[in-house]
């Protein structure tokens, strides 16, 4: 048995307005766009990729799972991220080498150090 990783699924007040916001601050590309479901991905031959489906109901607590990104310049890429419209949350992580951002919608996200090489 094989499986292959096609996308991560992410409930949404509004798929098309997160959806968006996600493909700008990733750089990726929209392949597939309706009223319930946005999808977007690196390339549009390149998995996986984020799906954003319509769910009317508030997200509630903390995210049971999140992203993690690796970039070259923490400070530069979290400000990058700030100025596009994401927010700092506190979700008890403390004093660490990462920062704990939120889009749109209040899902954490974080944004880690340089690896070192």
Do not use: Y
Request: aromatic share 8%.
């Amino acid at each position: 048995m094989t499986l292959e990783w096609e996308q991560v699924v992410v409930h949404s007040t509004d798929p098309t307005a997160l959806g968006q916001w996600w493909a700008t601050a990733l750089g990726w590309v929209v392949v597939h766009s309706s009223e319930d479901e946005f999808e977007i991905r690196p390339a549009p031959d390149r998995l996986p990729g984020l799906e954003f489906v319509r769910l009317d109901e508030a997200k509630k607590g903390k995210s049971r799972l999140h992203l993690d990104f690796r970039p070259d310049d923490q400070d530069a890429e979290v400000a990058r991220l700030l100025a596009h419209g994401a927010q700092r949350v506190d979700i008890g992580q403390g004093d660490q080498p990462w920062v704990v951002l939120a889009d749109l919608e209040g899902n954490e996200f974080c944004v880690l150090a340089r690896r070192r090489r």
